[in-house]
């Protein structure tokens, strides 16, 4: 091992550091490159409610409830033998309410929203497996994800691989996905605008991250996805968007870990290009920082974006 290799082991401030980055996909293979020590299992329960449409919003004139979701997490990850893991997940969600259908200008000439009625009631259940194969440079996982709900199926299946430097400070990351999905609206009150449908997803990502020293990480990545198929809003009148979509994604995020406030200052970037077929596109440009504390976050986020066929470049 070199002069210029970070035991990690030991450093507290790094550890703390990778913590609050491990949602990057490029920093997670610097924390550890190896299977877990044992099995580790998660659950978490969650409930996200939206504001109520007011009457004075709705061509009605009645109030019009919005989603109410109930969702449920699990996850289970072992090793098996001395190089591979394997995992489980599992996420069920529940939900309820309306979606707005259309707008148009009312007798008071104030826009007014009608509400679809719409997958009133939708369940979905998710489940995936993965696993992970470690070796001394670094790890290959591979995995299958099928989600189930009332309107929608989707098959997906993903692949990625980790690759760190000689001296342990640099990792480089390749990921690619594919998915299959089959849409079934729902058939509320409004009438939608398919019956049946289909649409297919393409992506790949690649990535870099930086160990700078034992407080600071820095990382960089560019995706690119293609969507194919039935993009449209079933839900909404009216709607017809391009069968064929491109997005490119440059992201990046630095990471410092400040001894004085026991706390670590997050800030990333994000620039996404996409194309919406017959020469419509649009860029959106988001920025954002926080200081997680042990007690405490600070937050700031900002975004800018063009509109569709206006470029801010």
Do not use: C
């Not at 924390?31 to 978490?44: H, L, M, Q, Y």
């Not at 034992?214 to 709607?239: A, C, E, H």
């Not at 620039?271 to 600070?298: D, F, M, P, T, W």
């Amino acid at each position: 091992m070199g002069s210029n290799t970070l035991d990690k082991a030991k450093s507290p401030a790094l550890a703390a550091l990778l913590s609050s980055a491990v949602l990057l996909p490029a920093y997670q293979s610097a924390e550890a490159d190896a299977p877990p020590e044992s099995t580790e299992i998660g659950f978490r329960y969650g409930k996200y409610q939206e504001d109520t449409v007011a009457g004075s919003d709705t061509l009605s004139g009645q109030k019009s409830e919005r989603y109410d979701i109930d969702v449920a997490q699990f996850s289970l990850i072992a090793p098996v033998g001395d190089s591979w893991s394997v995992g489980l997940t599992g996420q069920w969600e529940s939900m309820s309410g309306a979606s707005p259908w259309f707008s148009l200008y009312g007798a008071d000439g104030q826009q007014k929203v009608i509400m679809s009625g719409a997958s009133i009631e939708d369940r979905r259940a998710e489940y995936g497996v993965e696993a992970r194969y470690f070796h001394d440079e670094g790890n290959v996982g591979f995995n299958y994800v099928n989600s189930e709900e009332d309107d929608y199926h989707s098959d997906s299946v993903g692949a990625d691989a980790s690759l760190n430097s000689a001296d342990g400070l640099r990792t480089y990351t390749l990921a690619l996905s594919a998915s299959v999905d089959k849409i079934t609206p729902t058939q509320g009150v409004a009438p939608t605008n398919t019956l049946k449908a289909d649409k297919d997803i393409h992506s790949i990502w690649v990535g870099v991250s930086q160990i700078i020293n034992d407080r600071s990480i820095f990382n960089v990545g560019l995706g690119y996805t293609q969507r194919q198929g039935y993009l449209t809003d079933p839900y909404k009148y009216r709607d017809n968007r391009p069968d064929n979509r491109e997005e490119v994604v440059l992201s990046g995020g630095y990471r410092h870990f400040f001894d004085d406030q026991n706390g670590a200052l997050q800030a990333d970037y994000q620039v996404l290009y996409r194309q919406l077929g017959r020469g419509v596109a649009h860029v959106g440009i988001s920025l954002g920082a926080e200081l997680k504390q042990r007690h405490s976050n600070h937050s700031f986020y900002s975004r800018l974006q063009s509109k569709p066929g206006q470029l801010l470049f």
